[in-house]
Antibody, heavy 118, light 107 residues
Framework: EVQLQQSGPELEKPGASVKISCKAS????????MNWVKQSNGKSLEWIGN????????SYNQKFKGKATLTVDKSSSTAYMQLKSLTSEDSAVYYC???????????WGQGTTLTVSS | DVQMIQSPSSLSASLGDIVTMTCQAS??????LNWFQQKPGKAPKLLIY???NLEDGVPSRFSGSRYGTDFTLTISSLEDEDMATYFC?????????FGGGTKLEIK
């Protein structure tokens, strides 16, 4: 069974950085790109970017360049997203989501809530 | 960027009704599209891939279609468990973009 298990909720101060993890199981981690998605206000969804776990290559939404950095640890089948220089605008739920060439985005993590507040 | 213009933003319907919602792509001739269902506090769930293919385990009352750059999700006979928000996603052109969502309520 494919599962994407994300790290727990985060409370950070403005200006800080945070690293969210997404541990994959039930499939070949290096065989599928991993995507990250931001959901603000419980509704609007934005694609942040994706990473090819096999080669480490990344694609970013221009809006999140300089804000988000995507990495993977193949040895633990875990994807990471670091967000830096946090502001209140970064408060949201963040999802990792697997992409399959045939199905598109087919599996999602449970989401990680980030709250940025002083 | 390819904008996915989703309508309506909210919809109220009765049990047994036929429900349709659409996503219109602002550009692009070869868009690959997913439809998702999201319930409060939960992650989105894949319903449709390749614009018109039903994901395994999804009830057959859900269907997707494409006409040019217009994409439609149809629920043929609305059930109580279908109360949710529905999103489309185009994953052909970078950056990938989502529709704004359709919140479906049961009358």
């Amino acid at each position: 069974e494919v599962q994407l298990q994300q790290s727990g909720p985060e409370l950070e101060k403005p200006g800080a950085s945070v690293k969210i993890s997404c541990k994959a199981s039930g499939y070949s981690f290096t065989g599928y790109n991993m995507n990250w998605v931001k959901q603000s206000n419980g509704k609007s969804l934005e694609w942040i970017g994706n990473i090819d776990p096999y080669y480490g290559g990344t694609s970013y939404n221009q809006k999140f360049k300089g804000k988000a950095t995507l990495t993977v640890d193949k040895s633990s089948s875990t994807a990471y997203m670091q967000l830096k220089s946090l502001t209140s605008e970064d408060s949201a739920v963040y999802y990792c989501a697997r992409w399959s060439h045939y199905y598109g985005v087919d599996y999602w993590g449970q989401g990680t809530t980030l709250t940025v507040s002083s | 960027d390819v904008q996915m213009i989703q309508s309506p933003s909210s919809l109220s319907a009765s049990l047994g009704d036929i429900v349709t919602m659409t996503c219109q792509a602002s550009q692009g001739t070869s868009i690959n599209l997913n439809w998702f269902q999201q319930k409060p506090g939960k992650a989105p769930k894949l319903l449709i891939y390749g614009a018109s293919n039903l994901e395994d385990g999804v009830p057959s009352r859900f269907s997707g279609s494409r006409y040019g750059t217009d994409f439609t999700l149809t629920i043929s006979s609305l059930e109580d468990e279908d109360m949710a928000t529905y999103f489309c996603l185009q994953h052909s052109y970078l950056p990938w973009t989502f529709g704004g969502g359709t919140k479906l309520e049961i009358k």
